[in-house]
């Protein structure tokens, strides 16, 4: 009879890789002492596994080559394409209606436009009185 624990020891040996290519060394080394007949019987018994270990690493291969640049790449040229559209439209927003779209500033900073009125300019340029200081006398004690 079956119990959890036996099952999940089960599923634990199926799903370990390293249980089925631990023994990968020791065959080699027996493809190596052995002789025309033994390498036959080996090669036709372990065939499927190395065949399945050449597909394994092309398909590694197939994806460093292949998919990761093409998934770099496309992330890349939505980013870029996303920007040239971006500075498009506030090109033509500014073109078409006359007022220009600002970006948020950055560090708290606030921009704001100034305009100097004529009075003020006369203000600054009329010398500013002396400003009288006050000192504080210690008392003797």
């Known amino acids: 009879m079956f119990s959890f624990i036996n099952i999940r020891r089960y599923f ?3 799903l370990n890789p390293s249980l089925y290519m631990g023994g990968f ?33 092309f398909s ?3 994806f460093v080559l292949f998919v990761l640049p093409s ?3 496309s992330f890349l040229g ?5 920007a ?17 779209l600002k970006t948020p500033s950055k560090d708290g900073v606030i921009e704001a436009d100034f305009v100097v009125d004529e009075v003020e300019e006369e203000k600054a ?4 009185p002396a400003k009288k200081t006050m000192t504080r006398k210690k008392s003797d004690e």
């Open 78 to 82: 939505w980013g870029l394409l996303s």
């Open 25 to 57: 060394d020791y065959v080699l080394q027996i493809w190596r002492e052995a002789e025309g007949k033994d390498k036959g019987i080996l090669l036709l018994v372990f065939s499927p596994m190395f065949l399945c270990l050449v597909g394994f690493v």
């Open 12 to 14: 634990k040996k199926f």
């Open 60 to 62: 590694i291969i197939h």
């Open 84 to 100: 040239i559209f971006g500075s498009g439209g506030k090109y033509f927003y500014k073109h078409f209606t006359g007022h220009e």
């Open 71 to 73: 998934f770099l790449f």
């Open 125 to 128: 340029e009329e010398p500013e």
